[in-house]
């Protein structure tokens, strides 16, 4: 691929503006040598004022979401994207979030921009087990376990009852649910069918992956150690 798309590609900006910076001399090899639009070199091997480039496609990376943020690239509010550099969001192929957390719900959230990847993860075949834990506005009855548990509770509007999910109780009024699916305000959902209500909810876990220190708001980019880790689940 000549050197101006795989910039833009990337998101370093438009053809034209991409097509200013190899005129400008920015873009050079790892040696400091100019590098020209239509050249054709290794990805490893361009330097963009001296720094190399953000990694090609298929990268994977793990944010902390925050809470009141966003898993969309459009929306009048905060967005999980304002928390990456600018240039993520418009890279292209497109780095999208593996499934979505609420805009209330905090914790894990994988982004990638390799689609077989996102597939493979989101897949129901796939089975990743899920992890958050709920902060509850009432205390537990006992029997949630059970109902969760089941195979057979109908969420409202939902045509086909939800899988199996685990139930943890942590406290009276918190609890770990891990699911192997994911429909919408699944959770929320679950525990107002049991007459609870979720006060808060935080990821922890996808698959064997957790967030290992990351703060609210940082993010990392994922080897390929951490890639099978998270099909490895505990
Ligand atoms: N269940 C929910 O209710 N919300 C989420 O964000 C994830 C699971």
Request: proline share 6%.
């Amino acid at each position: 691929m000549k050197l101006v798309k795989l910039l833009a590609n990337l998101g370093y900006g438009s053809r034209k503006q991409v097509a200013l910076m190899f005129r400008e001399g920015r873009v050079t090899d790892a040696a400091g040598e100019v590098l020209y639009a239509d050249d054709v070199v290794g990805h490893a091997d361009v330097r963009l004022d001296g720094e190399p480039l953000d990694p090609p496609q298929g990268m994977l990376l793990l944010l902390h979401k925050p809470v009141g943020y966003t898993c969309s690239t459009k929306d009048p509010g905060r967005v999980v994207y304002d928390l990456l550099p600018p240039r993520f969001r418009l890279r292209n192929p497109l780095l999208s979030t593996v499934g979505r957390l609420d805009r209330d719900t905090s914790g894990l959230l994988l982004m990638t921009d390799d689609g077989a990847l996102l597939h493979r993860i989101t897949s129901p075949k796939s089975h990743l087990p899920k992890v958050y834990e709920a902060t509850l506005a009432q205390d537990l009855r006992g029997d949630e376990a059970g109902v969760f548990a089941s195979g057979t509770l109908m969420l409202e509007s939902e045509k086909t009852p939800l899988a199996p999910a685990g139930l943890d109780v942590l406290e009276p009024r918190r609890a770990n649910v891990t699911l192997v699916e994911g429909r919408y305000h699944q959770i929320r959902r679950m525990f107002a069918a049991v007459g609870n209500h979720v006060q808060s909810l935080h990821r922890h876990r996808l698959g064997g992956l957790d967030l290992a220190g990351l703060a609210p708001g940082e993010w990392r980019l994922l080897g390929d150690a951490e890639r099978e880790r998270l099909f490895q689940t505990p």
